[in-house]
């Protein structure tokens, strides 16, 4: 069973369109998350949650509007694609906020805007 | 600016060798750094971590050595494995109420056999 689950896998888009990606969590953990990986490999958060409720929101365009439907569920919708947009999006869950709580993540989504 | 600084940035080890990564932090609210295995393909998943009161975690053939005087931590992997080729990440988060893992820009370590 994977712990962490995003969909899809793959997506190649065009500039200018609207995509999202979904991402489940089965650990029971009440905190989610998105990073980012760019090319060079540099992992960045991007916006947690922690029972449903945004705690962390970085730096990221609002293009970008996660939305937790429950705290199992996280996902990622993204406007208005644009190329610097193509990365890998990782999804991941911990058991809480506390700093030392494992987090785990998902396969990541490889998306690339062409 | 970047929060956690590794280096390097590539590794190559023979097989049996010692596999050493370097990081070092300014923030000195930092009380939690784990170090994360990525595999090409996958997700980063946790490989040991350390809290500051101590100096040094075993587990296995990896090892973290903690210098808390020089806001520095390392891993260190021994008899080093054609497996154990991947890349490697260290981070640091503060306190609670975020869980916020500034993560370090990586190592891609590759063991040849």
């Known amino acids: 069973d994977t712990a962490v689950s995003q969909t899809p896998k793959y997506l190649v888009t065009q500039m200018g369109n609207d995509k999202s990606i979904k991402c489940e969590q089965n650990?029971?953990?009440?905190?989610m998350y998105w990073y980012k990986q760019d090319s060079k490999k540099f992992l960045k958060i991007m916006f947690s949650?922690?029972?449903?409720?945004?705690?962390i929101n970085e730096t990221v365009p609002n293009r970008f509007s996660p939305k937790s439907p429950d705290k199992a569920h996280l996902n990622l919708h993204i406007n208005s694609l644009e190329l610097g947009d193509s990365a890998v999006y990782f999804c991941?869950?911990?058991?809480?906020?506390?700093?030392?709580?494992?987090?785990?993540f998902g396969e990541g989504s490889w998306l690339t805007v062409v | 600016q970047q929060q956690v600084k590794q280096s390097p940035q590539s590794l190559i080890v023979q097989k049996g060798g010692i596999s050493i990564i370097n990081c070092a932090y300014e923030?000195?609210?930092?009380?939690?750094f784990p170090w994360y295995q990525q595999f090409p393909g996958k997700g980063p998943a946790l490989l040991i971590a350390i809290r500051p009161d101590v100096s040094e975690k075993k587990e296995g053939r990896f090892t973290i050595s903690f210098n808390k005087s020089a806001k520095q931590f390392s891993l260190h992997i021994m008899d080093s494995q054609p497996g154990d080729s991947a890349t490697y990440f260290c981070a640091a988060s503060e306190g609670a109420g975020a869980n916020n893992l500034f993560f370090g820009t990586g190592t891609r370590l590759t063991v040849i056999p």
């Open positions: 923030n000195t609210a930092f009380d939690y």
């Open positions: 650990l029971g953990h009440d905190t």
């Open positions: 949650y922690n029972n449903k409720e945004l705690i």
């Open positions: 991941a869950s911990s058991l809480g906020l506390h700093s030392g709580n494992t987090i785990y």
